[in-house]
Each structure stands twice: as C-alpha cells, then as structure tokens.
C-alpha cells in the first residue's frame, strides 16, 4: 500500500473551515483514499473515502487532485469535539487492513 | 445501538498470567480484526477474521492468539503475557472484507508487569 505524508499538527479556529493535507505520490491505481480520526486514545472513527472524485458527506469533503497524488480533508465548520488525531490511509479494498500512519493532530481553539 | 464492545476496558496483570479480551459486535459483520496501539508506532494490525472460522495473522501476531466460532465474537488470547504486550488494543468490525467503513471499539488498555 501506498505511504502518506501528512503534517504533524495544525490549529484551526472553532467555527472556520479546517483543511487537513495529505501527501500519496505513490498512490496507485486501485487504492483508495481513506480518512479516520481518533479523539483522545478512543477508538479510530471512519470520516469519508475516496477514489477519483471528490467526496462529500455529512462529516466532512475530501478533495483529492486529478492525478491523484494528494487530498485535502475539509471540516467546513471546526468544533472543539473535531479536536483529534487524523489519518490520511491509502490502500486497496482487499484485505480490510487499515495502515495507520501517524497522522495530524488537529487543535480546534475557541 | 450498533457498536463494538470490548472487556475489560482495563487490565493490569502479571507476566505469564493467561488472559483474554473479549470483542462483540452487534451488526452481524463478517469481518473483524485487532490492533494495538503504541507511541511511536501507530496501530498494527495483530490477527484479522474474515468470516466464522477463518482468521489470520496481520503484522504483528507473535504472542496473540483469536479464534472465530461466532460471528459476533472475537477474543484476543494472551497465553503467557510478557510486558512488551502493555498496549492499548482496539477490536474493529466492518460488514465484510474490504468494506470502506470500519468500526472499532473503545479500546482496552493492558498492563503487564
């Protein structure tokens, strides 16, 4: 499975849009873009997945480019509960097996 | 409510103390699978089920053991716990092998001394 590269930590203002990066140069053809958070040592929480087009749901956006080497997670509206580790997860569909990289720790402040 | 439990949420014990976690999920989901949690390292993949009877190793299996003979249940089994198994682990269920969405537990918290 492809790697990500995503950054350690970002702030984000309670209320304003939180863009979160996600770097998968190596990404193939058939590999999915996955995004879960994880609030303080809970259990992981599944966000949105993607393929080739841009996703939306009531969680969150996910844009990914045309060539498919990056993605951008969109909280449209940050909360003090979106303060959280996020996973950017690239991998097939095939076994079920989530590669968790060491994702980035999102700090909604009031 | 659909969700994943996993008991003790807790647990401090000695080495070579034989122990298990149990794992149930209320959604009548095919697959399942554990993971641990450490600094540094992330969650691994420990053992993973892909349906009653079928399991298989994921990439950190060495010193676990899980058996399926339900398909709402699947326990993680420490025969002879040593302390480099103090983790945090976490059980997972999706409705089948591959389906986008996982589910996971609230986690157990293991200590071994």
């Known amino acids: 499975d492809a790697k990500t590269t995503q950054p350690p930590s970002m702030d984000c203002a309670e209320g304003r849009a939180a863009n979160l990066p996600c770097n998968h140069s190596t990404i193939s053809g058939n590999e999915y873009v996955y995004w879960y958070r994880q609030i303080h040592s809970q259990g992981p929480q599944y966000i949105i997945h993607?393929?080739?087009n841009n996703e939306t749901n009531e969680m969150a956006s996910l844009i990914i480019t045309e060539d498919r080497k990056s993605s951008t997670l969109i909280l449209p509206h940050a909360t003090l509960r979106d303060t959280a580790v996020y996973y950017c997860?690239?991998?097939?569909?095939?076994?079920?097996?989530?590669?968790f990289g060491a994702g980035t720790q999102v700090v909604v402040t009031p | 409510e659909a969700q994943v439990t996993q008991n003790p949420r807790y647990l401090i014990t000695v080495t070579g103390k034989k122990l298990t976690v149990t794992c149930s999920q209320n959604?009548?989901?095919?697959?399942m699978s554990w993971y641990r949690q450490d600094p540094g390292l992330g969650l691994r993949q420990i053992y993973y089920?892909?349906?009653?009877?079928?399991?298989d190793k994921g990439d950190v299996p060495e010193g676990y053991k899980v058996s399926r003979k339900e398909k709402r249940n699947f326990p993680l089994i420490l025969e002879s716990p040593s302390p480099n198994q103090t983790s945090l682990y976490f059980c997972a269920s999706s409705p089948w092998t591959g389906a986008y969405e996982q589910y996971f537990g609230p986690g157990t918290r293991l200590t071994v001394t």
């Open positions: 993607g393929l080739k």
């Open positions: 089920s892909m349906n009653v009877e079928a399991t």
């Open positions: 997860i690239v991998s097939t569909d095939s076994w079920g097996k989530l590669q």
């Open positions: 959604m009548n989901h095919e697959y």
